[in-house]
């Protein structure tokens, strides 16, 4: 399964980068498998009181990050905090992160790859049962 999602994200981001491109997994690529979800996010810039939140769909999730989809997103290199609700989640989880890559002007708008920093207990126990959840659906 994996190396299926990994030929499919090249596919991906080949058919969004233009004609006569050859693209593979960035060399950062994720060592866990991602699930594909229908969660909604809620970015916030840690520090930055005067940014409005950002609303974002969770594309893609496992247990050292995820992938967004909007149509702004947080630069590489940023550190945000994340509200992920929705999709089958018993209560919202708060997440923070680093954004890895950012790719603009998709079908879906932009998109992100946000790596977990810091996971406090309680979202961990829950990212880890809702991730167990859909592995066995």
Not at 10 to 24: D, F
Not at 30 to 56: W, Y
Not at 123 to 129: E, I, W
């Amino acid at each position: 399964n994996a190396l299926i999602d990994w030929a499919d994200l090249s596919l991906y981001l080949a058919k969004t980068g233009g004609r006569n491109r050859v693209t593979s997994c960035p060399a950062e690529r994720r060592h866990d498998v991602r699930t594909k979800t229908d969660l909604e996010a809620t970015i916030r810039i840690p520090g930055d009181e005067a940014a409005q939140p950002r609303s974002a769909r969770v594309i893609d999730i496992g247990p050292g990050g995820l992938g967004l989809a909007a149509d702004s997103l947080p630069h590489p290199g940023m550190k945000v905090e994340l509200s992920i609700q929705g999709g089958g989640l018993e209560k919202a989880l708060s997440l923070k992160g680093r954004v890895l890559w950012r790719r603009a002007e998709t079908r879906l708008g932009e998109l992100a790859g946000v790596e977990f920093t810091e996971l406090d207990p309680e979202a961990r126990a829950g990212l880890d049962a809702w991730l167990a959840a859909r592995k066995g659906a």
